[in-house]
């Protein structure tokens, strides 16, 4: 008995050690990359005015980030696992804040897109190298929680997002320097300077941690190792046989359905919101609260998550109420109740992540778990092309971003759906096992 709480000691020690050093550099990393990609639908209250970009334009624009991401992606991932994180993601978050700097000065269509497309190359592999990252320092019960705690970075990045970049805004004119210009010369600045930050405090792996005592790097080393033979022992898959798997390519489609939604959202929430009849400050604020709320939803998934160790009926539970908050929100028209229905959709769309990122990694280990995890956000993400392409096509042909909305709806619960019938293999460990041994074979 003494033994067993002496293990538990060392466990919770180790745990709240390495939570405490690595989440809150990892959760500020991703907060503010995601201001850099989403910023652009401030600046747009403004900039596409001064530059004559229709909805579809813009939306293009938005949206073509995520083919740079795409093309990027595995390529990037599998370096990190090669050379560590500590290096790429710095290398990673100097060139981002480079190029996010330099969307102020684009002087239309053609520079807008050039450089929209390069600002999601350089991003390439962040995310994903993050969840693999996690793989090497945490065990798998706690992944859910961990993962949420990352993807709170999005709701507040979204709302700090929307209440510094209205404030940027009302630069305009100081220095000769637009305020969309300003909003994308500024906001560059934290990517650049952590960056460097990362090179200096970010420690690859348990062995390396200086800050562990012998006793924890031990247990922690051996409790990944033991969970990764477990999942090793039904079957390795390589590199190539992951990324064809079935179950990869599930949760692909899965992520594409949840990642449009939320782009969608994202990209077009200021000016639906600005709909309403707000001045520009006063949309920074209100556009703030359905990602607030989205907070709550995301701490209480991963938690229930990991207690109930489920993760497909969470995943099918969140995913349904995106699509009925989305929903909500379009049949509500321009008007505050609509808030309510974003409200909602942002707890269930940031609720649904804590659910699904932890699925990977209970039958992917290695360079086989990087590309796969890849894979899956660099799919994913194309969804953060075609939700604003789609929601800013349907914005010009309608003169209303009602339509656009109903379809947004409609991919959240396509998420559902799918995971509802694809998706059995990728939450349940037991069909793991036997998935795996049949793919190894």
């Known amino acids: 008995m003494a033994t067993a709480q002496g ?27 995601y201001i850099d990609r989403s910023n652009i639908s401030f600046a747009a209250l403004t900039m596409n005015k001064d530059l004559g970009f229709s909805a579809y334009i813009y939306g293009w624009g938005a949206g073509i980030f995520f083919f740079g991401y795409f093309l990027f992606e595995i390529p990037s991932n599998l370096i990190l696992e090669k050379v560590g994180a500590r290096i790429w993601i710095a290398r990673i978050m100097i060139s981002w804040g480079i190029i996010s700097g330099l969307t102020a000065f684009v002087t239309g269509a053609t520079s807008f897109l050039i ?93 390396r941690a200086d800050w562990l005592s012998a006793e924890e790097k031990t247990w922690l080393q051996a409790r990944i190792d033991g969970e990764n033979r477990q999942v090793e022992s039904a079957g390795r898959l390589t590199l190539m046989r992951a990324l064809a798997d079935p179950r990869v390519v599930a949760l692909s489609a899965i992520y594409l359905m949840s990642v449009t939604a939320n782009y ?94 932890p699925m990977p990694s209970l039958f992917l280990t290695g360079t086989a778990a990087a590309g796969a995890i890849a894979l899956i956000n660099a799919t994913g993400n194309l969804g953060g092309y075609f939700g604003p392409f789609i929601v800013g096509w349907i914005k010009d042909s309608t003169k209303s971003f009602e339509a656009g909305l109903y379809f947004l709806a409609a991919c959240s619960f396509a998420c559902a759906v799918i995971t509802f019938f694809a998706a059995r293999a990728a939450g349940d460990p037991a069909a793991m096992a036997r998935a795996n041994a049949a793919a190894a074979e």
């Open 115 to 207: 450089i929209r497309f390069l600002l999601g190359a350089a991003e390439a592999g962040f995310f994903p190298g993050m969840i693999l990252y996690f793989t090497y320092w945490f065990p798998s019960e706690y992944r859910g929680r961990v993962i949420s705690t990352l993807f709170i970075a999005q709701p507040v990045a979204n709302a700090v997002a929307s209440i510094v970049s209205a404030a940027i805004l009302e630069m305009d004119g100081v220095l000769g320097i637009k305020g969309w210009q300003w909003i994308f010369l500024i906001e560059a600045v934290p990517a650049i300077l952590l960056g460097f930050v990362i090179l200096k405090v970010m420690t690859d792996r348990p062995g």
């Open 264 to 357: 969608g959202i994202v990209f077009f929430m200021p000016q639906i919101i600005k709909g309403i009849g707000l001045t520009n400050m006063m949309t920074g604020l209100v556009s703030s609260v359905p990602y607030i709320i989205g907070t709550i939803g995301l701490i209480a998934w991963g938690w229930s998550s990991d207690r109930n160790k489920e993760r497909r009926w969470h995943l099918i539970a969140a995913s349904t109420l995106g699509a009925l908050g989305l929903a909500f929100a379009a049949w509500s028209g321009a008007s505050y109740w609509a808030l309510i229905g974003m409200s909602a959709a942002t707890v269930g769309i940031y609720g649904s992540r804590a659910a699904f990122w």
């Open 7 to 33: 293990t538990q000691a060392i466990e919770r020690r180790t745990i709240a050690k390495v939570s405490w050093r690595l989440l809150p550099l990892v959760a500020l990393a991703y907060c503010i990359a």
